[in-house]
């Protein structure tokens, strides 16, 4: 009888645990659900020149936005050059080729510690220039 009492008692803590872990779980990974999307001003001045990894689940490629309008690619797929363009708080990048060939328009969310999550799906992280992945 001590045992089941001891094993119920283990049970309920795991069970206590479990549930505090994923409710921690649920609040830092919404952390930033409310905040600002990057602003034109943001953009240009902590964001361009800077290389991110760019990853979701069938994309992981390195890209740099230039302050000249252009944007640098590279992946599995090979090296593409672009441009970008950026209207009140949606950032628009186009490719000629490669695969993200056309126009793809997102809204950039800062998650914190340099990562950003786009509109899309894709989260991108800065990463020292160059950095191979």
């Known amino acids: ?30 952390e930033n659900i409310h905040a600002s999307p990057v602003g034109e001003v943001e953009w240009k001045t902590e964001m361009l ?30 090296e593409f050059t672009g441009s970008w363009a950026m209207i009140d708080e ?16 997102n809204t950039i969310t800062p998650l914190g510690d340099n990562r950003f999550s786009l509109t899309d799906g894709v989260v991108i992280e800065r990463v020292a220039s160059g950095k191979a992945f």
């Open 1 to 30: 009888m001590l045992r089941g009492r001891i094993h119920s008692k283990t049970s309920q803590s795991a069970i206590a645990v479990l549930m505090a872990a994923m409710g921690m779980g649920f609040f830092l990974s919404h």
């Open 49 to 78: 020149s800077h290389t991110y990894v760019a990853q979701n689940m069938w994309l992981h490629a390195l890209f740099t936005p230039f302050e000249d309008g252009t944007v640098s690619f590279s992946s599995a797929y090979g």
């Open 90 to 105: 949606v950032i628009c990048v186009y490719f000629d080729s490669g695969p993200l060939k056309g126009e793809r328009c």
